[in-house]
């Protein structure tokens, strides 16, 4: 079956420029996060939703990011203002958990590059 | 709090050659421990997790990882090593917040294999 999707896969965007990312999450999967991954390190979380319900952000770097999912399926993740510091890997990853369950198998997307000029 | 370290960014094997990736954790609560590998451009993919269900976790590929309480680790081993395993790993923990579990990352260890 289709995994989680991105898109786009690589952006360039000039300092300034608003850019927004999309995740389509694997169909029926309740949980959707987002994260960031720098250049050489690990991903970091940056929210959470369940459902449509945006449940944690206490990830994201500053009150230029911000994420939605209307309708409990795709999300997308919105940039305003792009500085180079944004420049990173965002991964989105879903999984099928409707309670609180830790064994719960995060299936992530290829990542969409973005650079910042 | 909840973290991950994970010891060498670079470890390289010769084809058919053992492989050991380190990973020790620091948690307050019995911990679940998770590895994942990413290979260049693409998404992670996961090889294996701990549950608490049993110390010895065999995953994809060939890949196990031994659960250690009394050492705080979670190293990955494979017998053999193949030039396809040549991907970067990550070894992640879950830290309970809110009634989800976000993963939380090390800074992953590249595995580079020659022939």
């Known amino acids: 079956g289709a995994g989680v999707s991105q898109s786009p896969r690589y952006k360039v965007a000039k300092r300034g420029q608003d850019v927004a990312l999309r995740c389509d999450p694997i169909s029926g999967h309740v949980s959707l996060f987002w994260y960031q991954q720098a250049l050489g390190q690990g991903p970091e979380f940056l929210t959470y939703?369940?459902?449509?319900?945006?449940?944690?952000k206490s990830g994201l770097p500053s009150d230029r990011f911000f994420a939605e999912r209307p309708e409990g399926s795709v999300s997308t993740l919105k940039i305003q203002r792009t500085q180079q510091e944004d420049s990173a890997v965002y991964l989105c990853?879903?999984?099928?958990?409707?309670?609180?369950?830790?064994?719960?198998?995060?299936?992530f997307g290829p990542g969409t590059r973005l650079t910042v000029l | 709090a909840q973290s991950v370290t994970q010891l060498g960014s670079h470890v390289s094997v010769s084809e058919g050659a053992l492989v050991l990736l380190r990973c020790n954790y620091s948690?307050?609560?019995?911990?679940?421990l998770f590895w994942y590998v990413q290979y260049p451009n693409q998404g992670l993919q996961l090889l294996l997790k701990y549950t608490s269900a049993a110390t010895l976790v065999k995953g994809i590929n060939g890949f196990e990882a031994e659960f250690k309480k009394s050492e705080t680790s979670f190293h990955l081993t494979k017998p053999s090593a193949h030039m396809s395993d040549a991907a970067e790993y990550f070894c992640?923990?879950?830290?309970?917040?809110?009634?989800?579990?976000?993963?939380?990352f090390g800074t992953g260890t590249r595995l580079l294999v020659s022939p």
């Open positions: 990853a879903s999984s099928l958990a409707r309670l609180k369950q830790g064994t719960d198998t995060q299936y």
């Open positions: 948690s307050s609560v019995p911990p679940y």
């Open positions: 939703f369940q459902n449509e319900a945006q449940l944690d």
């Open positions: 992640a923990v879950t830290r309970m917040n809110t009634g989800f579990q976000k993963l939380v």
